[in-house]
């Protein structure tokens, strides 16, 4: 069965350092998302993407975020200059845009750790 | 804006009964989906069932239903027959429209009794 992946599982950082975290989607969806938990939290949504753009953003998804499609299967999300406050679980999205109400399949994660 | 309110942080459930994880919706778009999420100590999240705001029957996928009373704004999860490997964290989300973003719920984190 299709699965989204993502790499790294684990990530820990130095603040101010950029991270990059690696998604491959289900390969024939159209619409990829990322979103955040932090520890204990609620799941956040930060970015969608759509037709090699984004089609929306949240509050959270500032200048130090960016999201790329850089080949056919790869959706990354970059954090520029990591903070204490981006620690958490970072997890990619996609479905397949084929109208209607369709699910939004989530990867594993990343567990990102900011020191 | 949507708004998803699941009041239950904790609950528990005897094994082999059945349980019921409440989640109310707030949203003026006449049509949305309703979604429920597992999210087991291992942290990924995997989607359980999903309803439609326009559909006439509630959604069932093996033990788990969807008790949706639309007039209410309300889409509970029941489990029937709980398992040991059911205890978790349950998330509800909605959405608008292919391509929307999810917006979840502050969850509920179910723990069942052997």
């Known amino acids: 069965e299709p699965e989204v992946t993502q790499t790294p599982s684990h990530q820990v950082t130095q603040m101010g350092q950029e991270v990059i975290l690696r998604c491959v989607p289900i390969?024939?969806?159209?619409?990829f998302y990322w979103y955040r938990q932090i520890l204990g939290q609620k799941v956040e949504f930060l970015v969608s993407f759509y037709n090699n753009e984004i089609s929306e953003k949240s509050e959270i998804f500032d200048d130090q975020f960016s999201v790329e499609r850089p080949d056919g299967s790869n959706f990354t999300l970059k954090i520029r200059s990591t903070k204490l406050e981006d620690s958490a679980m970072y997890f990619c999205?996609?479905?397949?845009?084929?109208?209607?109400?369709?699910?939004?399949?989530f990867g594993p994660g990343t567990r990102l750790l900011v020191l | 804006a949507q708004k998803i309110t699941q009041t239950q942080p904790g609950m528990f459930v005897q094994e082999k009964e059945a349980v019921t994880l409440d989640c109310t919706y707030d949203?003026?778009?006449?049509?949305?989906?309703l979604f429920w999420y597992k999210q087991p100590s291992s942290g990924e999240m995997i989607f359980l069932i999903y309803?439609?705001?326009?559909?006439?029957q509630n959604a069932t996928e093996g033990r788990y239903s969807l008790n949706f009373q639309k007039a209410r704004k309300s889409a509970n999860l029941v489990i029937s027959a709980s398992q040991l490997g059911d205890s978790a964290m349950y998330f509800c989300a909605m959405k608008k429209s292919s391509g929307d973003k999810l917006t979840f719920g502050t969850g509920t984190r179910l723990a069942v009794r052997p």
């Open positions: 949203t003026s778009d006449p049509s949305y989906g």
């Open positions: 999205a996609s479905s397949g845009g084929g109208g209607g109400q369709e699910t939004q399949y």
């Open positions: 309803q439609g705001s326009y559909d006439q």
């Open positions: 390969s024939n969806h159209l619409y």
